[in-house]
């Protein structure tokens, strides 16, 4: 799901997790950090559509990437 935001996106997006950094536009790279479930991660964002791409990735997290309850 977060490739589906990435990918598209003109803005370069980078993923931070425990100081291993990946581009979040590749599914390969975003597995490779392995990141358990409740980690904490961050985001680089930068280029013409990065305020889109950020709030499309706040609202996927807000949202619990769309999962039900349970």
């Known amino acids: ?11 370069d997006v980078s993923i931070v997790y425990e100081g ?3 581009n979040a536009k ?3 790279n975003v597995m490779m950090l392995a990141i358990p479930l409740g ?5 680089e964002v ?5 305020e889109e791409v950020v709030q499309k ?3 996927l997290f807000n ?4 999962e039900e309850p349970g």
């Open 1 to 11: 799901m977060i490739v589906d935001i990435t990918g598209p996106a003109k803005s």
């Open 20 to 22: 291993s950094k990946a």
């Open 26 to 28: 590749s599914i390969l």
């Open 39 to 43: 980690s904490e991660v961050k985001f």
């Open 46 to 50: 930068d280029g013409e559509d990065e």
């Open 57 to 59: 990735l706040e609202k």
């Open 63 to 66: 949202d619990k990437f769309n």
